[in-house]
T-cell receptor, first 114, second 113 residues
Framework: KAGVTQTPRYLIKTRGQQVTLSCSPI?????VSWYQQTPGQGLQFLFE???????NKGNFPGRFSGRQFSNSRSEMNVSTLELGDSALYLC?????????????FGSGTQLSVL | GENVEQHPSTLSVQEGDSAVIKCTYS??????FPWYKQELGKRPQLIID?????GEKKDQRIAVTLNKTAKHFSLHITETQPEDSAVYFC????????????FGIGTKLQVIP
């Protein structure tokens, strides 16, 4: 089985731009959750999607949004980028939901905002 | 919401010694406690998890203990090896489809050969 795939691997953007990140979960997994990882802040929960519905959202501004498609692939969008958005963005998939079982992480997208 | 505190933030041990990482959680309804290991430049991977109906779980050199009364759980690594060097994250969550996983801030473990 293929693992969780995130694209692109690296992104360099300037302030004010917007960006879209993609995540393809393991086949059969219906839950996709997104996390922001920065040095000293650990893994901050962004949101979780299950069967195309957002089930939960973390404490991030509305500039951060996402969606999930019928094939369970998910995208995350960040609009009006700020310098502080520079981080590694990880997605993770699971069968039933992030709150109850093992998460399978992707390799992440390293976003740099200049 | 849930708050997970993790200590220490960095830990250095000699090869062969034991390492212990501790986490506390705030929500007594939390019942699932996974530990993830993230090697440098790689994705986090689950190494062990425990549910609230169990007090201890072992997998070779790794063990996790849970004290529900005190709301804390710990990761124990015995006979550490250089390949154990990584960042370790604890996490906590409670049941229900609309619950999220809350991670600790991470512990950078360095095993000195």
């Amino acid at each position: 089985k293929a693992g969780v795939t995130q694209t692109p691997r690296y992104l360099i953007k300037t302030r004010g731009q917007q960006v879209t990140l993609s995540c393809s979960p393991i086949s059969g997994h219906r839950s996709v959750s997104w996390y922001q990882q920065t040095p000293g802040q650990g893994l901050q929960f962004l949101f979780e999607y299950f069967s195309e519905t957002q089930r939960n959202k973390g404490n991030f501004p509305g500039r951060f949004s996402g969606r999930q498609f019928s094939n369970s692939r998910s995208e995350m969008n960040v609009s009006t980028l700020e310098l502080g958005d520079s981080a590694l963005y990880l997605c993770a998939s699971s069968l039933r939901g992030a709150q109850d079982e093992k998460l399978f992480f992707g390799s992440g997208t390293q976003l740099s905002v200049l | 919401g849930e708050n997970v505190e993790q200590h220490p933030s960095t830990l250095s041990v000699q090869e062969g010694d034991s390492a212990v990482i501790k986490c506390t959680y705030s929500d007594s309804a939390s019942n699932y406690f996974p530990w993830y290991k993230q090697e440098l430049g790689k994705r986090p991977q689950l190494i062990i998890d425990i549910r609230s109906n169990v007090g201890e779980k072992k997998d070779q050199r790794i063990a996790v203990t849970l004290n529900k009364t005190a709301k804390h759980f710990s990761l124990h690594i015995t006979e550490t090896q250089p390949e154990d060097s990584a960042v370790y994250f604890c996490a906590a969550s409670k049941p229900g489809g609309y619950q999220k996983v809350t991670f600790g801030i991470g512990t950078k473990l360095q095993v000195i050969p």
